[in-house]
């Protein structure tokens, strides 16, 4: 399963910054560096440990990490969703996205500019939500019309809908019907959020406009983080060994891309499951609950159409034991069927037939 993210906010947050550091982290010590597809999307590295580990062991002739696309929002501004500034061109990059990062600016500059005039979390996170909502709102009234005219059922699923977005709530808890119709009309309201307070160096531990922002996150019971661009910045051009000695010495145990992508796996609960061997080693994040059969299609369509079996060995029980050919030894590796639930941390070798 692809991992999308986009990221909105008020110009002059950081957002850019935010993007560029985090579309860029791990790419020196990886084979799959940052690549720009357009010039508001990057892909990021998830680094997993866990594929390190396996790296070591089987020594595979080359390496796949997860991957997170980023989505950077130019130009939200009052209105933007009528077309004001450059955000309404945009708006439509980040229908398509799992979750939306919210970048909020909790950090004062007298050389950086606020387009509001003063520093304001609540006030920022209104106006982007806002325009979020009315963008939505707009898509919602032209399907409405429409409905009208052919589909009174449909047509008072979108009344309900209308009403959220007219009160200025997101969209969560929705019934099931009109959960298909958000999906459908891929609404920005209903997508999952997380909350980002972008500090300067000093408060990465937080300060008096990074606890408005959680106590707000807290209220929507969306999860909440805290991120320096800055650090971000300098984090993109170091080594591993460098980094891992920096956040040491900042007190964090890890950067803000890792940690983003972790509040994003949960928020999404999603898992990973590998595959190993010495033409590649590869994580592949699927969603929670995945039978073997449907994670075979994550590869490719033929081994889920053509699937016999799966060969699944736990992440521990591989390590352990040294390799495929010494589980398979001790008897750790197990013959699974179509519908065995993949776990997070299994290594799977997919037999079929086409």
Known sequence: MALECGIVGLPNVGKSTTFNALS??????????????????GIAIVKDERIDALVDLVKPA????????????AGLVKGASKGEGLGNQFLSHIRDVNIIVHLVRCFEDEDIIHVEGSIDPKRDMEIISTELIL?????????????KKTNKQEAGILEEI????????????LKAEEEN????????????????????EKSINGNKYT??????????????????????????????EEKKEYL???????????????????????ITFFTA????????????????????????????????????????????????????????VRLEGKDYIIQDGDIVYFRFNV
């Not at 080359?62 to 929002?73: A, E, L, S």
């Not at 939505?136 to 009234?141: K, N």
């Not at 040491?248 to 972790?262: A, N």
Request: net charge neutral; aromatic share 6%; charged share 30%.
């Open 135 to 147: 963008s939505d709102l707009q898509i919602i009234e032209n399907r409405l019309a429409k409905a």
């Open 277 to 332: 061997g010495p033409k590649e080693v590869r994580g592949w994040p699927i969603k929670k609950g995945t039978t073997a059969k449907k994670a075979a299609g994550e590869i490719h369509s033929d081994i889920e159409r053509g699937f016999i079996r799966a060969e699944v060995t736990s992440f521990d029980d591989y390590i352990k034991s040294g390799g495929e050919k010494q589980a398979k030894e001790m008897g750790l």
């Open 24 to 41: 860029k982290a791990t790419a020196k010590s990886s084979n799959f560096p940052f690549c720009t597809i357009e010039p508001n999307v």
């Open 181 to 200: 119709i958000a999906k459908e009309l891929k609404l920005i309201s209903a997508k999952k959020v997380i909350y980002v307070a972008n500090v300067d």
């Open 211 to 240: 606890e408005i922002v959680e106590k707000i996150a807290s209220q929507e019971k969306a999860p909440f983080m805290i991120i320096s661009s800055k650090i971000e910045e300098d984090l993109a051009q170091m080594e591993d």
């Open 62 to 73: 080359n390496v796949v990490y997860p991957t997170v696309k980023f989505v950077d929002i």
């Open 248 to 270: 040491e010495m900042l007190g964090l145990k890890e950067s803000g891309l890792e940690k983003l992508s972790k509040l994003s796996y949960t928020l999404l609960d999603l």
């Open 162 to 173: 209308k009403l959220k977005l007219e009160k200025g709530e997101r969209l969560v808890n």
